[in-house]
């Protein structure tokens, strides 16, 4: 028991923790939709990769997070493979009553746990599929939170004008 406790204070606040409650692969999938004759081109693909991330409130303080990795590898015009992975997150939030601060624990550090995961099973899939071994590169998921801040209050920036404006009486 603290001093404070002892002398009939209030108990000290909780540390902020995020617990990680479950992991698992959502969904994943791999078309090869150009199989046999892809196999048979010189490999130099061009990759396009992209990412995205969902929450989920399931209670005030357990979360679902969902990060997406979608790759499509081409060889000039034609599809060598187009791989999907869905890899979900339950986490457990606690002691965050800061709502920006809860926002980026989900939109970015929740997605960075999950990441090497769904790394992997990326990685898997392509093999698997006959491919050559491929590797995602590390990912700064705070910068891309960040990024999609600024966006999202760029994007909406002219309509807060725009009811500022029809709202000010001449």
Known sequence: ?????????????????????????????????????????????????????????????????????????????????????????????????DEAERRAVLGAYCPSVLFPFAREAVADLIQRGGFPAFLLQPVNFDALYHQHLAQTRAAHAPEAAEKTASGTKH
Not at 21 to 50: C, G, H, M
Not at 63 to 89: C, F, I, K, N, S
């Open 1 to 97: 028991m603290s001093q404070d406790q002892a002398a009939g204070g209030s108990p000290p606040k909780a540390d902020k923790q995020v617990i990680l409650q479950k992991i698992y692969v959502r969904d994943a999938s791999l078309e090869v939709p150009n199989a046999p004759t892809i196999f048979t081109q010189e490999w130099a693909p061009k990759l396009d990769v992209q990412l995205n991330t969902a929450v989920q409130d399931l209670s005030a303080e357990v979360h679902h997070v969902v990060l997406t990795v979608t790759l499509t590898a081409r060889l000039g015009e034609r599809t060598a493979y187009h791989a999907e992975v869905q890899q979900g997150g339950v986490f457990r939030l606690a002691g965050f009553g």
